[in-house]
T-cell receptor
Framework: AQKITQTQPGMFVQEKEAVTLDCTYD???????LFWYKQPSSGEMIFLIY??????QNATEGRYSLNFQKARKSANLVISASQLGDSAMYFC????????????FGTGTRLTIIP | DTGVSQNPRHKITKRGQNVTFRCDPI?????LYWYRQTLGQGPEFLTY????????KSRLLSDRFSAERPKGSFSTLEIQRTEQGDSAMYLC??????????????FGNGTRLTVT
């Protein structure tokens, strides 16, 4: 079974600083994808970034980048130049390419940006 | 692209009553998922559809829960004889599968259920 671990329940970061949110995963499957979602207080889950297990380069989307270390089974999210609007819950999630189609989520990290 | 729409946004019901939620996915998406999220936790998978076929159901989905997706468009999730433990946010998501790589799930705003 696949498992996602997010060890930081909460983080406080000064505005304009970079922040790294940790995510480790456990799977025996070689083919999988890793996703990060943002959930503001409004409740909607917003897709941020995706990394495939066979991708050679780390994924980037604007201020978001994914530090993918396959041997360590980690997929940390890096947010550069943090903004007040980045305050939210952040969830790491994983899905296998074949067979089990569901997206499995971690418990999340609550990020608070301090002005 | 109007996004995934869920109704109602909030539902308060008394224990023992039946409730039904609706989800309208992004129109061209062929997959539709239901998740449940309790306070302080990540979303937990309940079930998913490929077009109108329900392909997987979680063990979390007891006999009191039933989901349908007639004609492969909108979906409904019904909970019969609600219990206080059913209080949660119910999230619907959709995706377009069949291309290269994995597609992200696009979520709606959720339906918050409170069972009193």
């Amino acid at each position: 079974a696949q498992k996602i671990t997010q060890t930081q329940p909460g983080m406080f970061v000064q505005e304009k600083e970079a922040v790294t949110l940790d995510c480790t995963y456990d799977t025996s499957d070689p083919s999988y994808g890793l996703f990060w979602y943002k959930q503001p207080s409004s409740g909607e889950m917003i897709f941020l970034i995706y990394q495939g297990s066979y991708d050679q380069q780390n994924a980037t989307e604007g201020r978001y980048s994914l530090n993918f270390q396959k041997a360590r089974k980690s997929a940390n999210l890096v947010i550069s130049a943090s903004q007040l609007g980045d305050s939210a819950m952040y969830f790491c999630a994983m899905r296998k390419y074949f067979g089990n189609e569901k997206l499995t989520f971690g418990t999340g990290t609550r990020l608070t940006i301090i002005p | 692209d109007t996004g995934v729409s869920q109704n109602p946004r909030h539902k308060i019901t008394k224990r023992g009553q039946n409730v039904t939620f609706r989800c309208d996915p992004i129109s061209e998406h062929n997959r539709l998922y239901w998740y449940r999220q309790t306070l302080g936790q990540g979303p937990e998978f309940l079930t998913y559809f490929q077009n109108e076929a329900q392909l997987e159901k979680s063990r979390l989905l007891s006999d009191r829960f039933s989901a349908e997706r007639p004609k492969g468009s909108f979906s409904t999730l019904e909970i019969q004889r609600t219990e206080q433990g059913d209080s949660a946010m119910y999230l619907c998501a959709s995706s377009l599968e069949g291309g290269a790589g994995l597609s992200p799930l696009h979520f709606g705003n959720g339906t918050r259920l409170t069972v009193t």
